[in-house]
């Protein structure tokens, strides 16, 4: 669950320095550049343990598949609540099959 909670962390942070600027379009881009590379830094001191922790369990793919669903769901949201954008229907549909995908790397062959 740690391995869960730190990749939460760590794409909350990453969607912020990544899109967070949208709405500051008037703010000069080496300001916009600077502020994202420092959210960012803040990013990976919980992207790091995260996958460091998670390296135990579960192997570098399932990782990864982790923190592709965790990213749809975080940035969902922030697209809604933060940038003000529709979540429209193919685009959960496009989510859900990006999110199917999780079966076949996490199912035993």
């Known amino acids: 669950m740690k391995t869960i909670i730190l990749l939460i ?3 909350i942070f ?4 990544w899109y967070g600027h949208l709405n500051y379009k ?3 881009i080496y300001k916009v550049i600077f502020i994202s590379w420092c959210i960012a830094f803040i990013e990976y001191c ?3 343990p995260a996958n460091r922790i998670g390296s135990y369990q579960y192997s570098a793919v399932q990782l990864k598949t982790i923190q592709e669903v965790i990213t ?3 940035f969902s949201i922030f697209s809604v609540v ?4 529709t ?5 959960i549909a496009g989510f859900a099959m990006i999110i199917g995908a999780v079966f076949f790397i ?3 062959w």
Request: hydrophobic share 45%; glycine share 0%.
């Open 9 to 11: 962390c760590s794409n």
């Open 14 to 17: 990453m969607t912020l320095a």
């Open 26 to 28: 008037s703010t000069p």
């Open 46 to 48: 919980f992207q790091v």
């Open 72 to 74: 749809l769901v975080v």
């Open 82 to 85: 933060y940038l003000k954008e």
């Open 87 to 91: 979540l429209r229907w193919n685009h």
């Open 106 to 108: 996490f199912h035993d």
